[in-house]
């Protein structure tokens, strides 16, 4: 069992901004994948990007390559997700998601186990 707390949502302008953190609880948080989805009113919950237990592959919705890099410390059993570039379009409630060990279809929301409550994210022109 994990548990998943997110923050650093907020409202920002156009072009702003914003790093999301999501710390997990246990001691296992390192032999996690560990991703963010996103929903916006209305949408159904959709991929933003991921990043494997090692750090080093990380998966990327098009529609954020470039402006939103994800990271992880596990060390500190947290993953961030960076957001730069915001556009209105972006303006969503961004949850983190995690899997233990091996992911099939990582962009797929029903790969992952564990889910945070979720942290609103307002982009305004």
């Known amino acids: 069992q994990v548990q998943l707390v997110e923050s650093g949502g907020g409202l920002v302008q156009a072009g702003g901004s914003l790093r999301l953190s999501c710390a997990a609880s246990?001691?296992?948080?390192?032999?996690?994948?560990m991703g963010w989805f996103r929903q916006a009113p209305g949408k159904e919950r959709e991929f933003v990007a991921a990043?494997?237990?090692?750090?080093?592959?990380?998966y990327y919705a098009d529609s954020v390559k470039g402006r939103f890099p994800i990271s992880r410390d596990n060390a500190k059993n947290t993953v961030y997700l960076q957001m730069n570039s915001l556009q209105p379009e972006d303006t969503a409630v961004y949850y983190c998601?995690?899997?233990?060990?091996?992911?099939?279809?990582?962009?797929?929301?029903?790969?992952?186990?564990?889910w945070g409550q979720g942290t609103q994210v307002t982009v305004h022109s």
């Open positions: 246990g001691r296992t948080f390192s032999s996690y994948a």
């Open positions: 998601a995690a899997r233990q060990g091996t992911v099939i279809k990582i962009r797929d929301r029903g790969a992952f186990d564990y």
């Open positions: 990043i494997l237990w090692n750090g080093e592959n990380t």
